[in-house]
């Protein structure tokens, strides 16, 4: 009973694990790249119409390239783990003496004796799919991914991308003078950037208020990098 309870912990947590990175990944590149595209714009033009034209542009192909990137990544890793399988069987298959020796290894590695070594590898051994499950966890350390993993990674990177966005492009929507409107950007994008920073790191176990002023510096960084740019060519 407090097995199953454990497992059913552990599996929790790494759900949550996934979509916190999916969530980190795109609400990170969401404040910041729309962030320095319309302080680079306001550096060069004045109307705020253009920059919020760029700036959903912008988040339509940030979104969708990242959660591309997201989605091949959750494929590649249900490849991998597809091509590990299929090699795996067909170690058990041709090569059964080797994959024997190997279970054994990792019992011995465990401190069971040389009898209980040789009874729990003939018991796992029976059964071929279980066998291969074992060998897939405890010799190559992989999980077996959710198959719908990619589908979600690319949704929660997307969606994150846009949340992330629309912050910093906002005040453009209300304000028709580029320089306002910047100043409004720069203090929510900010503010939003130090809260997003503290919380990531508190749940990843870094100083919360380092990891706080760390994401808001390369922020505030890049913008008003991109905006002296702008003005630099303008001049």
Not at 219 to 229: I, K, R
Request: glycine letters at 8%; charged letters at 20%; proline letters at 2%.
């Amino acid at each position: 009973m407090d097995t199953h309870l454990h497992h059913d912990h552990i599996e929790t947590h790494l759900k949550s694990s996934d979509l916190l990175r999916d969530v980190v990944i795109g609400m990170s590149d969401g404040l910041t790249v729309p962030f320095a595209l319309a302080a680079g714009l306001s550096g060069a033009v004045d109307s705020s119409s253009i920059i919020v034209i760029a700036g959903i542009a912008e988040i339509a192909a940030g979104s969708i390239a990242m959660g591309l990137g997201g989605y091949l990544a959750g494929k590649t890793e249900q490849d991998h783990y597809a091509s590990e399988v299929k090699r795996e069987y067909y170690e058990v298959e041709h090569l059964r003496h080797k994959e024997i020796e190997e279970t054994k290894e990792f019992f011995a590695n465990i401190g069971l004796s040389k009898e209980i070594q040789e009874q729990a590898t003939q018991e796992i051994a029976q059964d071929k799919a279980r066998w291969v499950d074992f060998m897939m966890k405890y010799e190559l350390g992989l999980d077996k991914p959710d198959p719908k993993r990619a589908t979600k990674s690319a949704l929660n990177i997307g969606l994150s991308y846009i949340a992330g966005g629309i912050i910093p492009l906002s005040p453009y929507f209300f304000i028709e003078g580029s320089t306002d409107a910047l100043k409004y950007s720069v203090v929510a994008t900010l503010i939003c950037l130090f809260i997003f920073g503290y919380y990531k790191s508190k749940i990843t176990g870094v100083n919360a208020l380092w990891g706080a002023i760390r994401v808001t510096m390369i922020g505030a960084v890049a913008a008003a990098a991109a905006f002296g740019v702008a003005k630099l060519f303008e001049s």
